[in-house]
């Protein structure tokens, strides 16, 4: 599934929960042979169902790769085995004694605890097991929480290999962020996340302010997730909330500030929980979710009654720097500062004892509770020295950051003791930042830049809002072409640090050629596009694409010319066109055919039709992969942050031994309407008329070359966009990003 990375571990998950079906899932999407074992000998089974049933595959095939069963016998050629059972240690010890006999002596065991320390797990674990014992503790729902956090043993050589080990697994082969903790309570992500928390729910008491508005004012301007602090607590359930604080709080000394909110003996919780109202889980069975929020309209009150949900008023909100909020005189701005202010404090005074340096903290805002920024890249953008300022008695950490420049100084982060070091960059990651420092730049324009590698490998790297594609960059895919020769590039990868590859044409001009009315003009906008792309499809070197978040529309099409993709899984192919008022025009409908027939798709056309005009959500790299979108040598890996890597090293292979695509023949269709399903249910008249002409567009008798079919393919496209509703739709999309449904 991986094409071509090291052997892959065959793996065995023991506990049929939601975690460890989730794991199983991920484990088994990543091409890993998984062994999922439960006490209860249906429980198995049952989890890849539920799995199935919520998405915790990326192709239901998938789970396949997973057997099922309850005896211990199958774990003896597994390589690692994940313990994902009841967060009970003698229950835990019991189970590591009874499966040692059955395991591979280099088998490495990892524990799934959230709060368990792992120095207390060891102690049932065989002493010479205990060098290749972890916590791989990772977030639920595991496909989609890109964190694991990784406690190994002491630093003997053989842990380091197991830490290794573990890192490459969880890294390359699950694409999660393996983060290094130390054996402290809650690890990293939920030590500071739920003092976080807690401290959110104590200072809006104190300030008295309603749940709305310190969801608000501790929201947008921070970077925080839209359901705020008392959102998540609904969600996470707030009948978890006294078993995994208590916990916590067991586990801690009794000098730590997490007992200045006590959030595990909150008796308005409790009295919460009491009466059914537990957040999200109160809300299976079609039931609104019942919490510290009912639905989205009505919020808990002091009695315990809903009453509605007033838009908060206060003036931070709509405030979109952290620092005016905290600056305002109003309660939603002392909440706020209070609470960033405690949070900062703290992680700055646990920081030496959780974590090597601070940007690891950071990884779990971020990563575990959905932050945009950590609290040490917030502070460093808020301002050291004002903070300073804020407080009565700052915390050493932040004296010492303002010190040195930041939390971050200089592409450096600050240690725990306060020293700046070079960040670590995971074995692997190549960034266009780091390589563009050696390359030699070719080219430069508004819309991006051309950067030659060593190895004569060239990087296109697009400066526009979402890498879209404007006049200007299409400009610049044309002087891309022309500077192969004179500079003997070798071959090209397009993609660049941004977590998109590219969101298509670029709107305004696409409406400006719609608004013109005029068929020269639209045509024009199209052509240039179309022949950008049939210029990468056929230059004398293999282009590769990088693609992670969405190619779309115009990028998809420009994907799809690319020789070779290396595409992140979750990546977004979709063409999005009808919302914009006519159907692909830069060689779109041409590849998917050419791509679908090459794969031995029966009926390409319908099908190509069916994916353009579908209403559907876009499918996951994997699915495209399967279906025909893509080629079966490009490549899918679950780790967002290796495709960069993976394209250059593609390119390099490809470029040893190329020969240029000759141009193909490729029918036209010629059966039952294509678009005899048509009018589909919530489809309007006016996406019919895209449809249809779609349709006509591919039907007709005899073949075409690829470049001759491209030129249908404009000239079937012009007369949409001089239909008045389509330029509605056009100019619509360019004004407000959302379609019209005209
Ligand atoms: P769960 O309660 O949903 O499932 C535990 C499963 O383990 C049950 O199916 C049970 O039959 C099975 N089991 C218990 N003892 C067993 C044994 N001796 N041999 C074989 N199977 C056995 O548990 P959940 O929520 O999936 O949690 C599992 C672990 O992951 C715990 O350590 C928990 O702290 C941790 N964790 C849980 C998270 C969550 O959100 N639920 C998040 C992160 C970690």
Redesign the pocket.
């Known amino acids: 599934m991986q094409n071509g990375s090291a052997p892959q571990p065959k793996v065995a998950v023991?506990?049929?929960?939601?975690?460890?079906t989730g794991i199983a899932a991920l484990c088994a999407s990543a091409g890993m042979e998984v062994v999922l074992?439960?006490?209860?000998a249906d429980?198995a089974a049952r989890?890849v169902e539920t799995q199935l049933k919520r998405g915790g595959f990326y192709l239901e095939e998938d789970a396949a790769r997973i057997s099922t069963g309850?005896d211990y016998a199958l774990l003896e050629d597994c390589d690692w085995i994940i313990e994902?059972?009841?967060?009970d240690l003698s229950?835990?010890h019991?189970?590591y004694t009874?499966i040692e006999a059955h395991l591979s002596p280099t088998a490495i065991v990892s524990?799934?605890?959230?709060?368990?320390p792992l120095s207390a797990l060891v102690e049932g674990v065989a002493p010479t097991r205990r060098e290749r014992f972890a916590i791989t503790?990772?977030?639920?729902p595991p496909k989609v929480m890109p964190l694991v956090e990784l406690v190994v043993n002491s630093s003997t050589d053989e842990t380091s290999t197991t830490a290794d080990t573990l890192r490459r697994i969880i890294e390359v082969d699950l694409g999660k962020t393996a983060l290094p903790c130390r054996d402290t309570p809650g690890f990293i992500a939920n030590r500071v996340g739920c003092y976080w928390l807690a401290c959110g729910v104590f200072r809006a008491r104190e300030f008295d302010i309603d749940y709305a508005l310190a969801d608000a004012a501790f929201g947008r301007a921070f970077g925080i997730p839209r359901t705020g602090i008392f959102g998540l607590l609904d969600y996470i359930g707030l009948q978890l909330v006294a078993p995994i604080w208590n916990s916590l709080e067991n586990a801690l000394d009794p000098g730590d500030r997490m007992f200045s909110v006590p959030l595990g003996t909150d008796e308005f919780i409790a009295e919460l929980v009491k009466r059914g109202h537990t957040g999200r889980s109160a809300g299976s069975g079609g039931k609104v979710s019942e919490g510290f929020y009912r639905g989205r309209d009505e919020v808990i009150g002091a009695d315990f009654n809903y009453v509605a949900r007033k838009s908060p008023e206060d003036p931070v909100i709509g405030l979109k720097d952290p620092r005016e909020v905290m600056s305002t005189d109003s309660p939603g701005g002392r909440f706020a500062r209070a609470l960033f202010l405690n949070t900062l404090s703290y992680c700055c005074e646990v920081a030496p004892e959780i974590a090597e340096h601070v940007g690891l903290i950071d990884e779990g805002f971020r990563l575990g509770f959905g932050w945009k920024k950590g609290i040490f890249e917030l502070a460093d953008e808020i301002g050291l020295d004002w903070l300073i300022t804020a407080y009565d008695t700052p915390p050493q950490l932040l004296v010492d950051a303002a010190a040195a420049g930041g939390f971050y100084p200089e592409g450096k982060v600050l240690s725990s003791s306060g020293e700046p070091l070079t960040p670590e960059v995971s074995a692997g990651v190549v960034t266009l930042a780091t390589v563009r420092e050696k390359a030699h730049t070719l080219l430069t324009s508004p819309a991006g830049a051309l950067h030659l590698l060593d190895n004569n490998v060239a990087i296109l790297d697009f400066h526009t809002p979402l890498n879209s594609l404007s006049n200007e960059a299409i400009a610049l895919i044309h002087s891309t072409l022309d500077a192969i020769e004179p500079h003997a590039i070798a071959a090209l990868v397009i993609g660049n640090d941004k977590p998109v590859f590219s969101a298509g044409a670029d709107l305004p001009s696409l409406a400006a050629a719609a608004e013109s009315a005029s068929a020269t003009e639209i045509s024009a906008v199209l052509n240039a596009g179309s022949q950008a792309l049939l210029g990468l499809k056929y230059c004398p070197i293999p282009v590769i694409g990088a693609v992670r978040g969405v190619a779309l529309g115009g990028g998809f099409e420009m994907a799809l010319a690319c020789d070779r993709l290396v595409l992140h899984a979750d990546a977004r192919l979709a063409f999005p066109e009808l919302n914009v008022g006519l159907y692909p025009g830069w060689t779109g409908t041409v590849a998917l055919l050419s791509r679908l027939r090459a794969a031995g798709v029966s009926n390409a056309h319908q099908r190509a039709f069916n994916f353009i005009t579908a209403t559907r959500p876009a499918p996951n790299a994997f699915a495209a992969r399967r279906d025909g979108l893509l080629r079966p040598t490009d490549v899918v890996l679950l780790s967002f942050d290796r495709i960069l890597a993976r394209a250059l090293e593609e390119a390099a292979a490809l470029a040893a031994d190329y020969t240029p695509p000759a141009d193909e023949f490729l029918p036209l269709y010629s059966g039952p309407a294509l678009d005899r399903e048509w009018p589909l249910e919530n489809t309007t008249a006016n996406d019919h008329a895209i449809a249809a002409q779609l349709a006509r567009m591919y039907t007709g008798t005899g073949e075409l070359t690829f470049r001759q079919f491209a030129e249908r393919e404009v000239a079937f496209d012009v007369p949409l966009l001089l239909m008045p509703a389509n330029v509605e739709r056009a100019l619509h999309m360019a004004r407000t990003r959302k379609p019209l449904h005209n």
């Open positions: 023991i506990g049929a929960g939601s975690m460890g074992l439960d006490q209860d429980a989890g309850s994902a059972i009841f967060e229950a835990k019991s189970l009874a524990s799934n605890t959230s709060t368990l503790h990772f977030f639920n």
